[in-house]
Each structure stands twice: as C-alpha cells, then as structure tokens.
C-alpha cells in the first residue's frame, strides 16, 4: 500500500481522537460541579490523549491521498479503534476500578452502540463516568450514520447504493451537495435528541437522565444510568416516547433529510422502511396477543412493553423495560430471531439490515419463479430499481459471512467456558450490536461483568465486525490489500 494513503487514514483518525479528547471536558465538568474527584481523570485524560493526537496529526500532514477503497477501507477501520482505545482511557482511570479489558469492553460497547456493559451499580455511579458512556454513543452514532451513508456505499460493502440527495446518483457520488447533507444530518440528528430529552423531562425523568437516555436512545446504543434499564421508569408515557424515538432512529438519515429538508414525500416508500415497519408490527402483536393468552396479561399493557422490547431489539437500541425472558419460549425465540434483523440502512441501528432482507427475498423468489419459466427473465428490483448482479453477490456474501462469523463466535466463546445459551446469544449480541442477550448471564438482568477477559476481547472483536459490517473488516486480513 502506498504510504501517502496510510499517512492519510492516520492524519483523519488523529484528528478524530483530538475532538474526542475535546469532548472529555463534558463529563470532566460534570463531575467538577458534583465535586466527584474523576473530573481531574477526565481532564488530565483529555490533555494527554489531544497531545498524543495532535502530534501525530502534526507529523502526518500534508498533500492527503485521493479518496479509493483502500484508503476508505483503512479509515473506517482505524477510526473505529482510535475512538475505541481513545474511549478506553478514562474507564481505565477512573474510580471504579475497570481493568483495561473491562474498560476497552466498555468503550467498544459505546461507540459501536452496542449497549452491553460490564459496569454494576449504574445507580451510584458517578455522574461524569454515565455521562461518558452516553456521549461515546452519541457520537458513535453520528460516525455510524456518516459511515453507512457516505462510505461504505461508496465502497459498495454497505448500504444500498439508491439513496439520492438531489438528483446526485450515489453509486458516483454519495450526496451532491455534501455540505447540504451534513448541516441537514446534525440538525436532525440534534434536533431529534433535543426533542427526546425535553419529553422526557416532561414525562417525569429528571434533567441527568433525560440528556442521557435521549443520547443513548436516538445513537440505538442503549445505555441507561440506571441498572434496571428502562424498566426504572415505569410510565407508559416514557416508555412509548422511547419506542417512537427509537423507531425513528432505526429508519434512513438520508430518507428523513429528503423528507424534512425537501419535503419529499415519496422518500418514505423506500421498501426497506416498510419491511422494516411490517417485522416491527408483526412481531410486537405476536408478543402482545402471546403474553395475553398465555400470561393473562392486560392487552394494553402487554403491547405496550411487547413494543418497545422489540423495537429495542430490532433497532440494535437495547434497552428493557422488563426481563422478558420470563414471557415464555415464544417470545423469548422470536426476540432472539429479531436480534438478527437491524433497523435501514443509513441509520444507527446494526444488524443484517432490513435492505438486505428486501434483496433477499427478492433473490429467492426470482430464482423459484426461474424454475417454473426457466427461460424467463425475471430481474431483481429495490422498489423500481432493478439490483445489480454484484449487489445480490454482495449482500450473499455480507449473510453468509455474517452466520458463519455468528457461529465461530459462539464456539470460541464456548471455549472460555461459557454456557451454551451465553455463547450463542453473546455472539450474536455482541455483532448485531444489540446489547442484551439471553440467559441469567448476560439476559435484560444481568450484564457481561462476571465474563472473563478472553472472553470479553472476543466479543470486543465480535462488535467491531458488525458496526464495520464485517467485510470492511475482512478485508484488510486479505495479503493483496497491502500491495502496493
């Protein structure tokens, strides 16, 4: 590879790292209002990590390589761990006593928006320290966003390449007005937190928790200051603003900028927003009329947590209202299956993702339709657009990788001595970026604290695949990557 483009992936990620490490004084300033001691943590964290940034950003300036799929491959992956260990530090520091695989655990989980934690005594915990966590999700977020709509489609690893701003073609070039985009996308981005926050003020959370869940609810990360979740909070009012915000959050950015800014109606009939509306419907009745029949729970009640679980899950968010592994085998599978989904594609929800369901089914029935008239021509279509051969290969690919990664997670996870229903459910968990598994372990109750540390750096492994959506990843194991 060309030493100018690494030069480039380097100067980007250290730039990145020193507005992290500019956003270390937030919580640093938290904790000294509180009189908390780790303000000092943060805040000496923030000078070192900005110098050491700052440095290396210094030494790598100059003319940056022209943007290609090696130097997009390279960023995103070395982004993602500049942010991570960058995250890490102040975990490692502070008071509560992580050790650098419990504090990476923990900065992984927050800037993939992952959600699972190894963190007890969230009640208690001090206030800069929640305020981290929720902030490394947010900006995770908003990298996730960027990342599925700008580069991956560029790179043609993921997201659908038929996202139009204007009437730019994305396969050429992402948005036509890219500063368009980018003012549209943090004010949405902002906006729709702000909202959500001032909701939940109104509904009963006080100004700590509201600022800190509306992050962590429109990132999908999930972290909550509080160990029992959303199930603190036993309003319906909340719970239902948390389920709406959270839909919201798993459907396109570049489909709600169409729709806000150029009041594009038609941008919401992108069919994966209606695949991903009709699983969210389907499965949040199932669960509801499940738990009425077999439980006797109270319809209303019932589809009020059956939905927010399931969005939560579906949307890769993570929070609980409740321990629902304890409404049934039905349920209990059908929450698991939906581990596997994820929001659209452009949003900040992981998983498989509701486009590649569309594809995919729209593969299947082409191939069985073919068997019947086997000289037919029966083409792929995304709505009206016809799916290019190499776009079916992809997403085939993007599945089988991503089962057979599941599966290799599962028995090296087994192999730290993991029981089977935590390996198989942590696995998952970890690379679909949901959060919570299943089981007295690592279930909705419980947390990934008592997990050993390979076990730990396996699945820290297992959530960088997924937000990277894997081949991203893979890739740069490839010896032809590194040629020049």
């Known amino acids: 590879m060309h030493a100018q483009t690494i030069r480039s992936a380097v100067f980007i990620a250290s730039m990145a790292g020193l507005y992290l490490s500019a956003a270390m004084l937030a ?19 923030s000078f070192s990590v900005g110098a050491v940034c700052l440095a290396a950003a210094a030494s790598t300036r100059g003319a940056n390589a022209p943007f290609s799929r090696r130097l ?9 761990i500049v942010l991570s260990v960058t995250g890490a530090i102040p975990f490692y520091l502070a008071s509560l006593g992580l050790d650098m ?7 992984v989980s927050a800037v993939t928006t992952t959600g699972a934690t190894v963190i007890s005594g969230l009640d208690s915990a001090p206030p800069g320290l929640l305020l981290w966590r929720s902030l490394l999700q947010w900006i995770g977020g908003i990298g996730i966003v960027a990342l599925g709509l700008l580069v991956l489609p560029y790179l043609k690893v993921g997201g659908f390449t038929v996202f139009k701003m204007e009437s730019s073609d994305t396969s050429e070039k992402p948005f036509e007005r890219f500063a368009v985009f980018v003012r549209a996308f943090f004010a949405i981005y902002i906006g729709l937190t702000l909202t959500c926050a001032i909701l939940y003020k109104v509904l009963g959370m006080s100004d700590f928790d509201a600022i800190n869940h509306a992050m962590t609810t429109m990132a999908t990360g999930g972290f909550s200051t509080h160990d029992a979740s959303f199930g603190a909070f036993q309003s319906a009012g909340l719970i239902w603003t948390a389920t709406i915000f959270m839909a919201i959050a798993g459907l396109p950015f570049s489909v709600l900028i169409l729709f ?3 009041g594009r109606l038609d941008a919401l009939r992108d069919p994966q927003i209606y695949a991903y509306a009709g699983l969210v419907v389907v499965l949040t009745l199932t669960i509801a009329l499940s738990l009425r029949l077999s439980q006797g729970e109270s319809f209303g009640p019932a589809l009020t947590h059956a939905a927010f679980n399931v969005v939560s899950i579906i949307t890769t968010t993570g929070f609980a209202s409740t321990d629902y592994t304890l409404w049934g085998p039905l349920a209990v599978v059908i929450l698991f299956m939906a581990t596997f989904l994820g929001g659209c594609s452009g949003s900040t929800a992981g998983g498989i993702k509701a486009y590649r369901l569309v594809i995919i089914y729209g593969s299947i029935r082409a191939g069985l339709m073919r068997l019947i008239y086997p000289h037919s021509v029966r083409p792929v279509r995304y709505g009206s657009v016809a799916v290019e051969p190499d776009m079916q290969r992809t997403v085939f690919l993007f599945v089988c990788a991503y089962v057979g990664i599941w599966a290799l997670g599962s028995v090296a996870l087994a192999a730290t001595g993991l029981d089977v229903e935590t390996a198989i459910s942590g696995s998952i968990t970890a690379l679909a ?4 598994g299943i089981g007295p372990v690592i279930g909705p109750a419980g947390n990934f604290a008592s997990l050993g540390d390979p076990a730990k750096i396996i699945l820290v492994f297992l959530m960088l695949l997924g937000r990277l959506e894997i081949l991203a990843v893979l890739v740069l194991l490839l010896p032809a990557f590194w040629r020049e």
């Open 27 to 45: 919580p640093a300033a938290v904790d000294f209002y509180f009189g908390n001691p780790d303000w000092q943590v943060f805040t000496v964290s």
């Open 72 to 80: 997009g491959f390279l960023l995103v992956n070395l982004l993602w």
């Open 101 to 107: 695989a419990d504090a990476l655990f923990e900065s």
């Open 260 to 262: 806000a800014v150029r």
């Open 433 to 436: 970026n949901v959060g919570p």
